[in-house]
Every structure is written in C-alpha cells, then in structure tokens.
C-alpha cells in the first residue's frame, strides 16, 4: 500500500475535504466556513494524503491552552486501516507543541466507530451532555485528553 502523508492541509485539499465533509456530517460545514478554519490561527487543519489523494482530514482548534477536536473524517475506502488514529496523534503532538495542556471532543454516543477510535487512542469519557445533538436528537459523550508538549 502506498504511505500515508499526513500534513498542514493547504488550499488546493479544499475541495476534497468539502466532499468527505458532504459525506460524513449532518449538517456539513459549508465550503465558506471549512475554508476560514483552514486559514485560522487558532485552527489546526490536517489532511491524510495516499498516493496524492485525500485519504482524511481533522480539524482541531485552539481555545485558550485547551484544545478542541472539532472533526476527524476519513474516506470510506481507507477506513480501517489506522488513518484516522496516525491524523488524532499527529493533532494532539502538534496541539500539545503549541502549548495546548488538555484537548476535549464531544461525540455522538451512537457513533461507535469515532467512540472505539477515541477510546483507543487514549482518550478519557468524562461525562454525557443530554440531547446536545438535534435531528436526531441524541447525548453527546465528553471525552479529554492531557497532551505532552
Ligand atoms: C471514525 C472514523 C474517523 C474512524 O476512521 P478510521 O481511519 O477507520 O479509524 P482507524 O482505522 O484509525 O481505527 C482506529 C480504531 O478505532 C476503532 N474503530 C474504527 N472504526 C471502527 C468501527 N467501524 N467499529 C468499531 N471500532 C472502530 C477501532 O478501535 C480501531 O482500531 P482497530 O482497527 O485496531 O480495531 C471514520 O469511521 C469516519 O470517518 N467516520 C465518519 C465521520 C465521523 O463520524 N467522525 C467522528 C466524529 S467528528
């Protein structure tokens, strides 16, 4: 299998990471609002390349010296095969590089995958938010992280 490269997203990963953000999430972020994460200081945007081709992409962000996981996705073929868990490490060394003590990421207590992929890479559950999510209406689980700097 080709290697993975997982690296700072750029504006040409745009468009791919709009398509997977299509395909995953209920709502999407829009195109507009992906984009002004991307190019926010605060933000931390990484994209999992195969062979040249968006394989996944997380987004972090800065709050204060916490950081926050505000999505992780990756394409349905390259599932399983630990892109997802190489992205989330590579989040939390370059959040916890920049200073960022702690990460938190809240979930959707059905999403059994995302839970099995925070839970192994060492994630805390820290409490439940009740019906946080709508359409469906559903308890996000809390989850932590204390990072290295
Ligand atoms: C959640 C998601 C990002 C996982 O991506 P992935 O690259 O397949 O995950 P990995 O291969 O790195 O898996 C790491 C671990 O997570 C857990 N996991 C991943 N997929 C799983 C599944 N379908 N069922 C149960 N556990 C799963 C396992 O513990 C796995 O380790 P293992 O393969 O050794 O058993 C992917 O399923 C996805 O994009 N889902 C849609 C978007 C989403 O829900 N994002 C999370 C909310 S922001």
Request: with cysteine; net charge negative; charged share 20%.
């Given at each position: 299998m080709t290697e993975l490269e997982i690296r700072p997203a750029r504006p040409e990963d745009l468009a791919g990471i709009l398509t997977l953000e299509r395909a995953c999430f209920r709502p999407p972020w829009t195109e507009r609002s992906l984009s002004e994460e991307m190019n926010d200081p605060d933000g931390l945007t990484l994209a999992a390349l195969r062979g040249g081709r968006l394989a996944?992409?997380?987004?972090?962000?800065r709050a204060g010296?916490?950081?926050?996981?505000?999505?992780?996705?990756?394409?349905?073929?390259?599932?399983?095969a630990g892109v997802a868990l190489e992205l989330l490490r590579s989040a939390e060394t370059a959040a916890g590089g920049r200073g960022m003590g702690e990460a938190f990421l809240e979930v959707r207590?059905?999403?059994?995958?995302?839970?099995?992929?925070?839970?192994k890479a060492g994630w805390r559950r820290l409490g439940t938010r009740r019906n946080y999510y709508v359409d469906p209406v559903e308890d996000a689980l809390l989850y932590g992280k204390e990072l290295k700097e």
């Open positions: 996944g992409f997380c987004m972090m962000h010296d916490q950081a926050e996981l505000y999505q992780i996705a990756v394409c349905p073929e390259e599932r399983r207590a059905s999403n059994a995958p995302a839970v099995g992929l925070y839970e």
